[in-house]
């Protein structure tokens, strides 16, 4: 009876602080608890809209891209807080209308698309002098591409599973000058009335996936920050 009496009391407290909240920042009234928490936590900004973009190399990352100020890092212990379609960890900025987020991820031997195909051919080559060489190289590289291709289908297609969300469409990508191949998928994030745009590379040297992404309210992943943020990604070797 005792325990029962003290968790109303402790239910009790926290909604009368949170009205209290509310009414002392008349800003908070129009969030959901959850953005609310956001906010006490730091971890949503009010808005990022006139903040500076400033470049940004995570530490033994691969990757330079704009965020607008300093990012921090999204991982297993602070996923919950926010709507992620990028693997984590990752690093990311939101504010109450649109989330950055970036994230790089080390791809194993075991999974790498094109390993095996490349590793047959070689053999295949080896004391050939002229005849199927060319051929056979020329065949094995486009089996390479063509795995390359189909994995940007599934991992893209996993983390959207993954995330809760919805896939609307998907085409071709590519960064680095067509250096990098990808994949450039939009559709519904799992919260109502929020919408994503996700960008996914494949370093094949180096075995690297990178996702970047930004969810929030339709108009906004469609902004001139949700762009800029986009476009700013560059990968390093």
Request: proline content about 5%; overall charge neutral; aromatic content about 8%.
């Amino acid at each position: 009876m005792k325990s029962a009496n003290a968790l109303l009391i402790l239910i009790g407290v926290i909604v009368l602080s949170y009205l209290g909240l509310l009414a002392a920042k008349p800003s908070l009234r129009n969030m959901s608890p959850m953005e609310v928490l956001q906010v006490l936590l730091g971890d949503t900004k009010d808005s990022l809209r006139n903040e500076k973009f400033v470049s940004f190399k995570a530490p033994d990352m691969h990757y330079k891209v704009a965020f607008p100020g300093l990012p921090s890092q999204l991982n297993v212990y602070n996923a919950w807080l926010h709507e992620a379609i990028v693997p984590t960890p990752c690093y990311f900025m939101a504010d109450k209308e649109l989330g950055f987020y970036v994230s790089e991820t080390q791809i194993s031997n075991s999974e790498a698309p094109g390993r095996t195909i490349v590793a047959a051919s070689d053999r295949a080559l080896e004391g050939q002098s002229g005849g199927n060489n060319d051929v056979i190289a020329q065949s094995a590289q486009t089996d390479v591409l063509m795995q390359i291709q189909e994995f940007l289908n599934s991992q893209s297609e996993s983390m959207v599973r993954n995330a809760g969300a919805t896939l609307f469409a998907k085409m071709p990508a590519s960064s680095g000058g067509g250096r990098y191949f990808g994949r450039s998928v939009e559709g519904s994030a799992k919260a109502a009335g929020t919408r994503y745009r996700l960008q996914v590379f494949y370093d094949q040297q180096n075995k690297r996936l990178f996702a970047i992404s930004v969810v929030g309210k339709p108009d906004e992943i469609q902004s001139r920050q949700a762009n800029q943020f986009l476009n700013s990604l560059q990968i390093l070797p």
